[in-house]
């Protein structure tokens, strides 16, 4: 898809910076994968626990007790 915007120089060129991304067209989606990716954690969050049909993930006993005292003891 093709789209014109228009940016502040001074926004591009400390993006640019920033990332290392010169090309325009990459910097613009490195910017907008980010931003989805951003939001989706945070709407994640916001869940925070609103199932209330959940149940608690099952432990495994046996992994803890193999960390606590290494693999050879």
Do not use: F, H, W
């Amino acid at each position: 898809m093709r789209t014109t915007v228009t940016l502040s120089d001074d926004l591009i060129a400390n993006a640019q910076e920033l990332t290392g991304i010169t090309e325009r067209t990459e910097l613009l989606r490195a910017g907008l994968e980010t931003l989805v990716r951003v939001e989706s954690a945070r709407r994640l969050a916001a869940l925070g626990g609103s199932d209330r049909k959940a149940s608690a993930a099952p432990r495994c006993r046996r992994v803890r007790s193999l960390l606590r005292r290494g693999p050879n003891g």
